[in-house]
């Protein structure tokens, strides 16, 4: 991993190598920081070799953060976007690494929980996912303007942000399953932008839905696949990472070219089932309390338990 300096103006990145364990154990944190949360968790993990690999991710998971947190003075800095293009890559290829470092040091290892593994192999499956599209068709040319290269940054900032935050929070509850997230980010402003805007993009879904009604092959189901496949680009990254193999398994179900008829209805009930389940999580999130009426999606968020059921056979892994 990295270790950061910084000056008044610029951001250096130092190496770190993995064999030393967890110096996290050995900072000295407020207590009301994400650190000392995470470090007294650690404490309590009773099998040292769990407790050292389990140590070693939080370690880099919060010293990406660190990262991404100090480049955000830079972010609105079109003149300087190559330097910090430049960062940003280092955070890729330090994210790059840790990927690795789970894959064959945490997953292999046998004194590892069913829990544990499953939260580690989705964290890799997370960070490759947002990697892959934070630095897909990148614009920092002679032909990208100012305003495209610094909506970029940004988008590459609160993509990893939040990518990393929501790692950190899922490997912490299967350690202590009584967690309160917003114990270990204070961004409740941002998680309360994005579950409004989810509340009305999921909402939009199923309105989309049930605009296919009898002719799901119609204009109606094209612009569903169209919103879908923003939702997908835009609103995503939004949904605990846990959510998104579902959704992106229904995305390559509609978006098939073969599907039509019976099989295309049963499709679409099940996508309904699954987002009117998903739309109530997002609207029983904790920044969201007293904030969203009941009303509010209420007719999409009481559901049978044949249709919670509806949808199972497609929670696929992606």
Same mark, same amino acid.
């Given at each position: 991993?990295?270790?950061?300096?910084?000056?008044?103006?610029?951001?250096?990145? $130092?190496?770190?190598?993995? $064999?030393? $364990?967890?110096?996290?154990?050995?900072?000295?944190?407020?207590?009301?920081?994400?650190?000392?949360?995470?470090?007294?968790?650690?404490?309590? @993990?009773?099998?040292?070799? =769990?407790?050292?690999?389990?140590?070693? =991710?939080?370690?880099?998971?919060? #010293?990406?953060?660190?990262?991404?947190?100090?480049?955000?003075?830079?972010?609105?800095?079109?003149?300087?976007?190559?330097?910090?293009?430049?960062?940003?890559?280092?955070?890729? *290829?330090?994210?790059?690494?840790?990927?690795?470092? @789970?894959?064959?040091?945490?997953?292999?290892? +046998?004194?590892?929980?069913?829990?544990?593994? +499953?939260?580690?192999?989705?964290?890799?499956?997370? @960070?490759?996912?947002?990697?892959?599209? !934070?630095?897909?068709?990148?614009?920092?040319?002679?032909?990208?303007?100012?305003?495209?290269?610094?909506?970029?940054?940004?988008?590459?900032?609160?993509?990893?942000?939040?990518?990393?935050?929501?790692?950190? @929070?899922? %490997?912490?509850?299967?350690? *202590?399953?009584?967690?309160?997230?917003?114990?270990?980010? *204070?961004?409740?402003?941002?998680?309360?932008?994005?579950?409004?805007?989810?509340? +009305?993009?999921?909402?939009?879904?199923?309105?989309?839905?049930?605009?296919?009604?009898?002719?799901?092959?119609?204009?109606?189901?094209?612009?569903?696949?169209?919103?879908?496949?923003?939702? &997908?680009?835009?609103? %995503?990254?939004?949904?605990?990472?846990?959510? /998104?193999?579902?959704?992106? $398994?229904?995305?390559? #179900?509609?978006?098939?070219?073969?599907?039509?008829? %019976?099989?295309? +209805?049963? !499709?679409?009930?099940?996508?309904?089932?699954?987002?009117?389940?998903?739309?109530?999580?997002? &609207?029983?999130?904790?920044?969201?309390?007293? !904030?969203?009426?009941?009303?509010?999606?209420?007719?999409?968020?009481?559901?049978?338990?044949?249709?919670?059921?509806? /949808?199972?056979?497609?929670? !696929?892994?992606?």
């Amino acid at each position: 991993m990295t270790s950061t300096n910084t000056t008044s103006n610029e951001i250096t990145l $130092s190496p770190m190598q993995h $064999s030393d $364990s967890i110096g996290l154990l050995n900072l000295h944190v407020p207590k009301t920081t994400c650190g000392y949360h995470i470090i007294h968790l650690v404490k309590e @993990i009773p099998s040292p070799t =769990v407790r050292n690999v389990v140590g070693t =991710v939080f370690e880099d998971l919060l #010293r990406l953060l660190e990262c991404l947190s100090l480049s955000e003075s830079h972010l609105r800095q079109a003149d300087a976007a190559s330097e910090t293009f430049a960062l940003f890559q280092i955070i890729h *290829d330090e994210a790059r690494a840790l990927v690795k470092f @789970i894959s064959d040091e945490a997953l292999t290892c +046998e004194a590892m929980s069913e829990d544990v593994a +499953e939260a580690l192999d989705g964290i890799t499956f997370a @960070i490759n996912h947002d990697l892959h599209r !934070v630095f897909e068709n990148q614009q920092h040319g002679a032909d990208a303007t100012p305003q495209v290269v610094v909506g970029q940054l940004f988008r590459a900032h609160d993509l990893l942000t939040n990518c990393l935050q929501q790692s950190t @929070i899922s %490997l912490a509850i299967t350690f *202590d399953r009584r967690l309160d997230g917003t114990k270990l980010f *204070d961004d409740s402003d941002t998680r309360y932008r994005q579950s409004i805007q989810l509340c +009305e993009d999921i909402s939009s879904l199923l309105e989309l839905i049930a605009a296919c009604g009898e002719r799901p092959e119609g204009s109606a189901f094209s612009s569903l696949r169209a919103r879908v496949e923003v939702f &997908r680009n835009e609103s %995503l990254e939004f949904l605990m990472y846990s959510d /998104w193999p579902q959704f992106e $398994s229904f995305c390559e #179900r509609i978006c098939l070219p073969e599907i039509f008829g %019976l099989e295309l +209805e049963s !499709v679409l009930h099940q996508f309904r089932c699954y987002l009117e389940t998903l739309l109530g999580q997002v &609207r029983m999130r904790a920044v969201l309390a007293n !904030v969203i009426p009941a009303p509010f999606g209420a007719e999409n968020g009481n559901l049978t338990p044949d249709d919670h059921a509806a /949808w199972d056979p497609f929670a !696929v892994a992606v």
